[in-house]
Nanobody, 123 residues
Framework: VQLQASGGGLVQAGGSLRLSCAAS????????VGWFRQAPGKEREFVST????????VYADSVKGRFTISRDNAKNTVYLQMGGLKPEDTAVYYC?????????????????WGQGTLVTVSS
């Protein structure tokens, strides 16, 4: 499975961006997909995840109400719509496909990782 994250860029505080995670391989449509982010000098942290059929979503408290995750299995793509962006959202954002039936927030639950896309929010 290969994952390709895109859509990052520079945006002013309060602005919006939509990230995309395109994947190849059968596992994508059968597994949860999550977004994580890593700011300079910090650990990679969970942002959001969506179950295989889109029926269940989980968000980190820091993004709840501002970010929305969705997926289109026909296109093998997961999206992260980010709104109300803050400077503290600045990070490299990674998408990842989960192991088996896992659909939680732990990094260890994700097996396949994309290369990341940089989001920079200016104040």
């Amino acid at each position: 499975v290969q994952l390709q994250a895109s859509g990052g860029g520079l945006v002013q505080a309060g602005g919006s961006l939509r990230l995309s995670c395109a994947a190849s391989g059968r596992i994508f449509s059968n597994n949860a997909v999550g977004w994580f982010r890593q700011a300079p000098g910090k650990e990679r942290e969970f942002v959001s995840t969506i179950s295989w059929n889109g029926g269940s979503t989980v968000y980190a408290d820091s993004v709840k109400g501002r970010f929305t995750i969705s997926r289109d299995n026909a296109k093998n793509t997961v999206y992260l719509q980010m709104g109300g962006l803050k400077p503290e959202d600045t990070a490299v954002y990674y998408c990842a496909a989960a192991r088996g039936s896992y659909a939680g927030a732990a990094r260890s639950g994700y097996l396949y990782w994309g290369q990341g896309t940089l989001v920079t929010v200016s104040s």
